[in-house]
T-cell receptor, first 114, second 113 residues
Framework: DSGVTQTPKHLITATGQRVTLRCSPR?????VYWYQQSLDQGLQFLIH???????AKGNILERFSAQQFPDLHSELNLSSLELGDSALYFC?????????????FGPGTRLLVL | AQSVTQLGSHLSVSEGALVLLRCNYS??????LFWYVQYPNQGLQLLLK??????LVKGINGFEAEFKKSETSFHLTKPSAHMSDAAEYFC???????????FGQGTRLTINP
């Protein structure tokens, strides 16, 4: 158990809908990262927040957004869902920000768009 | 920009045999390298990491990896495979600019009894 929690574990929804994925980092960690794992793209970085501020963006679609709250939990919002958004979404956390940090991953949220 | 290549998307070994998972990286600066394991229907678990110092890194579950700068490699090994090692293994390099992990495509390890 990494100490990173994600809810829900599974999510099934329809095209065009909007969903929110939630992540709670390890106790004491200030950084939260979101990754998407799909069969065709592999593991792709989406976005990084540090202590409530966005620090880096990766291959995140405009239909997707995220935020980190004062209690340091983070939410990833996916809207106007398409079939291709079906994937496993991981959250990771680290103590601080920077490339030297070790990221610890949560169990993921499996999203299925029908 | 940093990148990672894992040689072979699948590897099958017999129980008790040597496990060797290959990873080559590209980085313009001294890299921070990681190996993660993903068991079926689970998240990514950190196996080991290389930051600086000793080039032979020991991790959990009997795995170790050796950083070879001259070969830009960070191969993962385990002397004797166990059935419980069946999983997907990901090599990753830390991107110095974007503060993210760049992953290889993964190698699925199958253990034959």
């Amino acid at each position: 158990d990494s100490g990173v929690t994600q809810t829900p574990k599974h999510l099934i929804t329809a095209t065009g809908q909007r969903v929110t994925l939630r992540c709670s980092p390890r106790s004491g960690d200030l950084s939260v990262y979101w990754y998407q794992q799909s069969l065709d793209q592999g593991l792709q970085f989406l976005i990084h927040y540090y202590n409530g501020e966005e620090r880096a963006k990766g291959n995140i679609l405009e239909r997707f957004s995220a935020q980190q709250f004062p209690d340091l939990h983070s939410e990833l919002n996916l809207s106007s869902l398409e079939l291709g958004d079906s994937a496993l979404y991981f959250c990771a956390s680290s103590v601080a920000s920077g490339y030297k940090e070790t990221q610890y991953f949560g169990p993921g949220t499996r999203l299925l768009v029908l | 920009a940093q990148s990672v290549t894992q040689l072979g998307s699948h590897l099958s070994v017999s129980e008790g045999a040597l496990v060797l998972l290959r990873c080559n990286y590209s980085s313009s600066v001294p890299p921070y390298l990681f190996w993660y394991v993903q068991y079926p229907n689970q998240g990514l678990q950190l196996l080991l990491k290389y930051t600086t110092g000793a080039t032979l890194v020991k991790g959990i579950n009997g795995f170790e990896a050796e950083f070879k700068k001259s070969e830009t490699s960070f191969h993962l090994t385990k002397p004797s495979a166990h059935m419980s090692d069946a999983a997907e293994y990901f090599c990753a390099v830390s991107d110095t600019g974007a503060q993210k992990l760049v992953f290889g495509q993964g190698t699925r390890l199958t253990i034959n009894p």
